[in-house]
């Protein structure tokens, strides 16, 4: 990052903490959907949280820095082990039943969200039916508070990629301004769209597209400065 664009970031982000109305736009403005618009989402809080945003060679780096800046402790050790084993246990736990695929990598839990399930066919919206299911996954996230929230939005690779881009970028953050609206603290949150590069299936079915049309959440704990 430059420091042309470190400024700018810094101006932005100043900015918005003194008018306090940086936004995602949903598309109602009932107070009680989910999906309205919810009032600083993705945004660090205060000033550490900016200086995080500034510093650190990649995003999950920035990200680390921001929530410590923010007051967030980390993990450390065998600590981080036995704190992801609760956390996915937890969440097993509460997405029973609802479509969503719980998986682990290492010390990462991922939690993959079907398109199918979270949204109608090429719409950003999150389907009403599925709130719930986010609503769970929003209060196990909100305890296990030592971790980053990686929202990554994916595609299968019909239509151009401008299109695929547009879609993924915005249902990553339809996901991300949920959260923040279930009370999930915006800076642990960082958002993605990866429009068709990152299939896990084969595109030449519809089985395997329809696998591939998916937000996944990535839960990386925060690890320990020392």
């Given at each position: 990052?430059?420091?042309?664009?470190?400024?700018?970031?810094?101006?932005?982000l100043?900015?918005?903490?003194?008018?306090?109305?940086?936004?995602?736009?949903?598309?109602?403005?009932?107070p009680?959907?989910?999906?309205?618009?919810a009032?600083?989402?993705?945004?660090?809080?205060?000033?550490?949280?900016?200086?995080?945003?500034?510093?650190?060679?990649?995003?999950?780096?920035?990200?680390?820095?921001?929530?410590v800046?923010?007051?967030?402790?980390?993990?450390?050790?065998?600590?981080?082990?036995?704190?992801?084993?609760?956390?996915?246990?937890?969440?097993?736990?509460?997405?029973?039943?609802?479509?969503?695929d719980v998986?682990?990598?290492?010390?990462?839990?991922?939690?993959?969200?079907?398109?199918?399930?979270?949204?109608?066919?090429?719409?950003?919206?999150?389907?009403?039916?599925?709130?719930?299911?986010l609503?769970?996954?929003?209060?196990?996230?909100?305890?296990?508070?030592?971790?980053?929230?990686?929202?990554?939005?994916?595609?299968?690779?019909?239509?151009?990629?401008?299109?695929?881009?547009k879609?993924?970028?915005?249902?990553?953050?339809?996901?991300?301004?949920?959260?923040?609206?279930?009370?999930?603290?915006?800076?642990?949150?960082?958002?993605?769209?990866?429009?068709?590069?990152?299939?896990?299936?084969?595109?030449?079915?519809?089985?395997?597209?329809?696998?591939?049309?998916?937000?996944?959440?990535?839960?990386?704990?925060?690890?320990s400065?020392?």
């Amino acid at each position: 990052m430059n420091a042309m664009t470190k400024t700018g970031i810094a101006a932005a982000l100043a900015a918005t903490m003194l008018s306090g109305c940086a936004t995602y736009t949903g598309q109602t403005s009932d107070p009680n959907d989910p999906n309205r618009t919810a009032r600083g989402a993705l945004i660090g809080a205060g000033i550490g949280a900016v200086a995080g945003l500034l510093s650190g060679s990649d995003a999950t780096e920035r990200r680390q820095r921001a929530m410590v800046g923010a007051g967030i402790g980390g993990l450390a050790g065998a600590g981080i082990g036995a704190y992801q084993d609760r956390q996915e246990a937890d969440l097993r736990r509460e997405t029973a039943g609802t479509g969503v695929d719980v998986q682990r990598d290492g010390d990462v839990i991922k939690l993959n969200l079907p398109d199918g399930v979270t949204f109608d066919f090429n719409k950003t919206d999150i389907k009403p039916q599925f709130f719930p299911a986010l609503n769970s996954i929003a209060t196990t996230i909100k305890q296990y508070d030592q971790t980053i929230v990686e929202i990554n939005g994916h595609t299968d690779n019909i239509g151009t990629l401008a299109a695929n881009q547009k879609v993924s970028d915005a249902r990553a953050q339809s996901v991300a301004a949920y959260l923040s609206a279930q009370g999930v603290q915006p800076v642990r949150m960082e958002t993605h769209g990866y429009n068709y590069q990152h299939p896990i299936a084969s595109n030449d079915t519809e089985q395997g597209r329809a696998l591939n049309r998916r937000v996944e959440i990535r839960l990386i704990p925060l690890r320990s400065q020392g």
